[in-house]
């Protein structure tokens, strides 16, 4: 008998199992076993599929008129003993998850599930537990750093943390002191409750390494990690220590909503308004919906969830301003810190082709003079987004993608950020054979080298040359060149740090007084109607790594900015942010959506399908939506026609999508569930057969 296995106790029964299924298989949301044991719901268990043996949790019953099996059952191969069982509420949120985004259980909850553990077998999870390490996490507290004293707004926010039954939204200005009372509301919970746990999420794997380290100096050993950058081994050690309750603070990205924590009573969604949170792969859940659902689920143990920003998204503003939130506003800067001034240099007055302003130089230069640093934000990496022939006009485009190739100088090599395919820079025109090839457009390695070539003539205080840093996702690409950045620019070591919006998110940069940001218009006028928010949310957030260190500030006796290039000064979103005003701005945004009838006054999901050839993906959707004229609710729901999507090609792969939305949500989630069946049989059948795959997005955030 397998390892794990307890003797049996009882005639064989039917037991329900929930397996990882391939994506819109459809199977059954749970397949019926025999077993011999009494297997408690949340059991972990290996059961036969097909030819494979795989890992399963065993889930709830199923409704009494669920249809009988009309197959032979198959029997339990093994059962994990060694672990307690997943809990209801655990259970729950994988089942309302499943249902809300149209996916099967168990494709959800096994996939919450570390590799490692989904890979093994009981007798190696028992050598894994029975080692050295594996037992209760020291209790938080001991030898824990004083917690500094709160201010009269942090302390009323914590106040009400503590009192509500709503969710909060922690609506506070960046460097207005969130991240101590997340620390000090997690501190009075274990004060009261010992074995309580928390789960704090953020956006970004950059982001933990220095929460991280506030959290372990206030709570000791009693945090673990769960993100995608850790190893195998490293996954299943936090897991097993949030699992089984030894974890008392768990710090993670949008998965770690899918931990298992049996004692969780508090959650909380840092920079709640960042779109990471929402998976663009599989399930393509929101962690930040689902957080307030999670601690809806446990709200009668006292679970509390906690939304904090300084640009909260419009759903969640517009939550609160119906009252399903409490929002607590925390509008002042700590020690007095001031609000940086904005600065519009308006590019119709510079020479075509100007990269920075003269004065945006002089600026820069001035700040580094007087050992002060610099920010310098451009939403686009590489050196130049695409090179091209001035003779004929050829251009590097993807062969694979409906994008351009991107320039990058260190490599000499043009690359596709979408599928990967890495060429070398042709010596000449592959078009017409001119040699005299040309960078369009810059990136930030261009920039960084303009701004490095600038400042060549400068000198720091200690004699050495002024240094140019530059963080995105080919910079942070190596193992530790992340940390290695951020800690060069928490010492002084780099004086002007230029990125991508990677330098704009939670960082706590103390000797920055001035952030310009140099390509801002794009986002304007975006065929995304998202497009004003985000750009508002990433100026305001960029604005707010300046000037957040006070007294330095005073020392200096300088002026915090926001310096932006634009040919738009006019426009109503910079006057908002000339004000800090996001209130305003707010409610300007959702006037129009209201007027729209866009989110969150209606309700979208998205079909999408792909294929190799786009017209194969077109046609299938054409048909899934004849096929659901007649459904129930069809009335209330709106299906618009099939199109392309914006980047069509990808990696070969044709794209194409069909946008569902409703002013109902329940008759929108209702007419899914019913459509469901048919887009299987629609897969199935002849208008199928050149289709690669097909998805459901509901509550997309890029079309």
């Known amino acids: 008998m397998p390892s794990g296995t307890p003797q ?13 299924t391939p994506a819109h298989s459809g199977l059954a949301d749970s397949l019926t076993y025999l077993s011999r044991h009494s297997l408690p719901p949340g059991t972990l268990v290996r059961v036969p599929l097909g030819r494979r043996r795989v890992l399963g949790i065993v889930w709830d019953a199923p409704a009494e008129d669920a249809p009988a099996p009309t197959t032979a059952l198959r029997p339990v191969e093994e059962v994990w003993t060694a672990l307690p069982p997943l809990d209801a509420h655990w259970r729950a949120l994988v089942r309302f998850a499943a249902r809300y985004y149209q996916r099967a259980p168990g494709e959800i909850a096994l996939a919450a599930l570390p590799p490692t553990l989904r890979a093994g077998d009981a007798a190696r999870l028992q050598r894994r537990l029975a080692r050295p390490g594996a037992g209760p996490t020291p209790a938080p507290g001991a030898g824990a750093a004083e917690p500094p004293v709160l201010t009269a707004a942090q302390r009323q926010a914590l106040q009400a943390i503590e009192a509500s039954d709503r969710p909060v939204l922690l609506f506070g200005a960046t460097g207005s002191g969130k991240t101590e009372v997340y620390l000090q509301a997690a501190e009075r919970l274990l004060r009261r409750d010992p074995h309580a746990q928390v789960l704090v999420l953020v956006p970004e794997i950059n982001l933990t390494p220095q929460l991280l380290a506030r959290l372990q100096q206030r709570f000791g050993d009693a945090v673990v990690t769960l993100h995608s950058g850790l190893t195998p081994a490293q996954r299943l050690r936090a897991w097993l220590a949030a699992h089984q309750g030894h974890a008392r603070i768990v710090l993670g990205t949008r998965m770690a909503i899918f931990a298992s924590l049996p004692r969780l009573r508090l959650i909380v969604v840092d920079e709640e308004h960042d779109p990471s949170y929402k998976s663009q792969e599989g399930a393509r859940y929101s962690a930040r919906d689902l957080a307030v659902y999670r601690a809806h689920l ?21 939550a609160a301003q119906t009252g399903r939130y409490l929002r607590v506003e925390m509008g002042e800067r700590m020690g007095g810190a001031r609000w940086p001034r904005l600065r519009l240099l308006d590019t119709r007055q510079l020479p075509r082709g100007t990269v920075l302003a003269p004065a945006l130089l ?41 994008a351009y190739l991107v320039f990058h100088k260190t490599e000499r090599a043009l690359r596709c950020h979408h599928c990967g395919h890495r060429t070398p820079v042709p010596q000449h025109c ?41 963080l995105d996702a080919d910079s942070a690409r190596a193992a530790g060149a992340l940390e290695d950045t951020l800690q060069a620019v928490h010492q002084g070591d780099i004086d002007v740090l230029v990125g991508t919006q990677m330098i704009a998110k939670g960082h706590d940069f103390r000797r920055i007084t001035l952030v310009a940001s140099v390509n801002t218009d794009g986002a304007l006028f975006a065929s995304d109607w998202r497009a004003p928010e985000r750009l508002f949310t990433l100026l305001m957030q960029a604005a707010g790594r300046a000037g957040r260190d006070a007294a330095f500030v005073a020392a200096q006796d300088s002026a915090v900015e926001l310096w932006v290039q634009t040919a738009h000064p006019g426009h109503p979103l910079f006057a908002a942010l000339a004000r800090h005003d996001f209130a305003a701005f707010a409610a300007r945004q959702l006037q129009e959506r209201r007027q729209a009838g866009m989110p969150p006054f209606s309700h979208q999901a998205l079909l999408r399908a792909e294929a190799r050839q786009l017209p194969v993906a077109l046609q299938w959707l054409t048909e899934a939506r004849a096929a659901a004229a007649d459904l129930p609710g069809a009335a209330l729901v709106t299906l618009y026609a099939p199109v392309p999507m914006t980047l069509t090609r990808v990696a070969d792969v044709e794209r194409a999508q069909l946008l569902l939305e409703s002013s109902h949500r329940p008759a929108l989630q209702a007419f899914l569930a019913a459509w469901l069946p048919r887009l299987h049989a629609l897969r199935a059948g002849p208008t199928g057969r050149g289709l690669l795959r097909w998805a459901i997005d509901v509550d997309p955030l890029h079309f």
């Open 430 to 470: 592959p078009s017409c054979g001119d040699p005299d090839l040309h960078a369009l457009g810059q990136g930030t390695q261009q920039l960084q080298e303009r701004l490095a070539m600038e400042l060549a003539s400068l000198q720091r205080s200690d004699g050495t040359p002024v240094r140019v840093g530059r």
């Open 362 to 402: 002089q600026a820069i230069a001035a700040r580094v003079a007087r050992g002060e640093q610099a920010l310098v934000l451009l939403n686009r990496r590489g050196y130049a987004p695409v090179i091209g022939c001035g003779h004929c006009g050829w251009k590097s485009a993807c062969p694979h993608c409906s």
């Open 8 to 20: 049996p106790t009882e005639p064989a029964t039917p037991v329900e199992v929930v397996v990882a």
């Open 298 to 318: 446990g709200a009668a143990d006292g679970c509390r969830v906690v939304l904090g920003s300084a640009t909260p998204s419009l759903e969640s503003w517009h």
